[in-house]
């Protein structure tokens, strides 16, 4: 069993940086693949960004060049870097695990998943 536990959301103006993270339980940690996805009020939950075990990454096209996901596997911790935050990014952020080592894009690849963060992004 893994548990995901996130960190770091909070309320901030337009154009700030926020540092999301997540710490898993588990001694697999390394050989998952890890994605950040996020949901707004009314708006289905959404991948933000993933990384694979060896460290590949992807992001949806309007995270591009403003948000980076990362791991350190020695400490169990993925971390979300947003810059450039717009009102538009204002919403829960979820951590999730999956046991596919591959990226993944869709919550049906990911077992496990965090209580959520919330992002809260004002104009």
């Known amino acids: 069993q893994v548990q995901l536990v996130e960190s770091g959301g909070g309320l901030v103006q337009a154009g700030a940086s926020l540092r999301l993270s997540c710490a898993a339980s588990?001694?697999?940690?390394?050989?998952?693949?890890m994605g950040w996805f996020r949901q707004a009020p009314g708006k289905e939950r959404e991948l933000v960004a993933a990384?694979?075990?060896?460290?590949?990454?992807l992001y949806a096209d309007s995270m591009k060049g403003r948000f980076t996901i990362s791991r350190d596997n020695a400490k169990n911790m993925v971390y979300l870097q947003m810059n450039s935050l717009k009102p538009d990014d204002t919403a829960v952020y979820y951590c999730?695990?999956?046991?596919?080592?591959?990226?993944?894009?869709?919550?049906?690849?990911?077992?496990?998943w965090g209580q959520g963060t919330q992002v809260t992004v004002s104009s």
């Open positions: 990384i694979s075990s060896g460290g590949s990454t």
């Open positions: 588990g001694r697999m940690f390394s050989m998952y693949s």
């Open positions: 999730a695990g999956s046991t596919y080592g591959g990226l993944r894009r869709t919550e049906n690849d990911y077992g496990y």
